[in-house]
């Protein structure tokens, strides 16, 4: 009778550990990938804004001015929209790089001449404004925000890594 006792006392315990544990842990859980979530959205749409903010610098500052002096947009102009917005700027027309404000990682190689496909198929495909893409070189993984130029004279893409 007693060693029944004892079966049925760690049995109970058992059953109230289980019954206090499993839902904080389903709880701690379910927590942690809401919050990992919501921040990865915050990340997204910053990087959404920063490319938004080089396209609007590109379309009011550059490309009136550019076509005023009958120049296309060259990586010199997108080196001082660099240095205003504080990220690289790449911009494309149709797949292939026009200008950039790194030529040099694109003149050794490590990043590809051609628009990423995720990218084209967003915004040049599906006609999407704006869109965020997570690219690779090697083991680096980053984000890449691009937008279409919505200026007339522009049927371009502006990638900001």
């Known amino acids: 009778m007693l060693f029944r006792s004892a079966s049925f006392y760690r049995r109970l315990f058992v059953a109230f550990v289980l019954a206090t544990f499993v839902p904080i842990l389903a709880l701690a859980v379910t927590t942690r990938l809401y919050v990992a979530d919501q921040m990865r959205a915050g990340i997204d749409q910053d990087a959404v804004v920063t490319a938004a903010t080089a396209q609007r610098v590109v379309?009011?500052?550059?490309?009136?001015?550019?076509?005023?002096?009958?120049?296309?947009?060259?990586?010199?102009?997108?080196?001082?929209?660099?240095?205003?917005?504080?990220?690289?700027?790449?911009?494309?027309?149709?797949?292939?790089?026009?200008?950039?404000?790194?030529?040099?990682?694109?003149?050794?190689?490590?990043?590809?001449?051609?628009?990423?496909?995720?990218?084209?198929?967003?915004?040049?495909?599906?006609?999407?404004?704006?869109?965020?893409?997570?690219?690779?070189?090697?083991t680096l993984e980053f984000l890449l925000a691009g937008t279409r130029m919505t200026a007339p004279q522009l049927d371009a893409v502006l990638t900001v890594p």
Do not use: C
């Open 59 to 138: 379309e009011d500052l550059i490309a009136p001015r550019a076509t005023q002096e009958g120049v296309g947009i060259d990586d010199n102009m997108l080196v001082w929209v660099s240095r205003l917005i504080g990220q690289d700027v790449n911009l494309f027309i149709g797949p292939r790089l026009a200008a950039t404000s790194e030529r040099n990682l694109f003149a050794s190689g490590v990043l590809p001449l051609r628009m990423p496909s995720d990218l084209y198929l967003e915004l040049a495909l599906r006609n999407r404004g704006a869109t965020v893409s997570r690219e690779h070189i090697g």
